[in-house]
């Protein structure tokens, strides 16, 4: 078993940034990829980010490339999704997760593990 927990969500105004860090705790020496979802009340989480075990590959939902960073600290077990020029819409609680499949991923299908969210308002 591994347990995720995010932070450091918050409040930002329109064109801010945000850092939030996932740190995973348990099972950690098995290898994972990760990935960031995120769900507004009333719609289904969607994909946000993923990197896989290794941190070569990353994938991105298009609305956020160039504007979101993903990364992971295998040392610490800790992965990390800097926002930056954040807009309203990206407003949501945003989730890790953790699959045992190596490479990374965009399905949500395919994540074994999840974290309890951070929630992120982003203010017009």
């Known amino acids: 078993q591994v347990q995720l927990v995010e932070s450091g969500g918050g409040l930002v105004q329109t064109g801010g940034s945000l850092g939030l860090s996932c740190a995973a705790s348990g099972r950690t020496s098995s290898r994972y990829s990760m990935g960031w979802f995120r769900q507004t009340p009333g719609k289904e989480r969607e994909f946000v980010a993923a990197v896989s075990w290794s941190g070569e590959t990353k994938y991105y939902q298009n609305s956020v490339m160039d504007r979101f960073t993903i990364s992971r600290d295998n040392v610490k077990n800790t992965l990390y999704l800097q926002m930056n020029s954040l807009k309203p819409e990206d407003t949501a609680v945003y989730y890790c997760?953790?699959?045992?499949?190596?490479?990374?991923?965009?399905?949500?299908?395919?994540?074994?593990?999840w974290g309890q969210g951070t929630q992120v308002t982003v203010s017009s």
């Open positions: 997760a953790a699959t045992v499949v190596l490479m990374a991923t965009r399905e949500e299908g395919r994540y074994d593990y």
